[in-house]
């Protein structure tokens, strides 16, 4: 069974840092991309970055130059380091993978359960 186990969420003020992770476990026979998404309260849930296998990145523009996402492949994990964090960072933050459980056998959108950041003083 594959499954993203997340860590790292919690309570933050304003302008301080998180550091998230997500690791895939189970039968898993390569994974191309990965990244994280959000979902704030009443909104739709929107990217925040991705990574690929090779590490090449994409941020949404709210987040550029606050946020890094890494991974590492041995360990299939990926990182989001969170810096400057604002109250408009507050949302169930995802992570989504693209993975294969077989050379043909392709899930290209697997998700996380979520973990819970909240920006607040």
């Known amino acids: 069974q594959v499954q993203l186990v997340e860590s790292g969420g919690g309570l933050v003020q304003p302008g301080g840092s998180l550091r998230l992770s997500c690791s895939a476990s189970?039968?898993?026979?390569?994974?191309?991309?990965m990244g994280w998404y959000r979902q704030a309260p009443g909104k739709q849930r929107d990217l925040v970055a991705t990574?690929?296998?090779?590490?090449?990145?994409n941020y949404a523009d709210s987040v550029k130059g606050r946020f890094t996402i890494s991974r590492d492949n041995a360990k299939n994990t990926v990182y989001l380091q969170m810096n400057s964090l604002k109250p408009e960072d507050t949302a169930v933050y995802y992570c989504n993978a693209d993975l294969y459980v077989t050379l043909y056998r392709r899930l290209r959108d697997f998700w996380g359960q979520g973990t819970q950041v909240t920006v607040s003083s």
């Open positions: 990574v690929s296998s090779r590490g090449g990145t």
């Open positions: 189970g039968s898993i026979y390569s994974i191309n991309a």
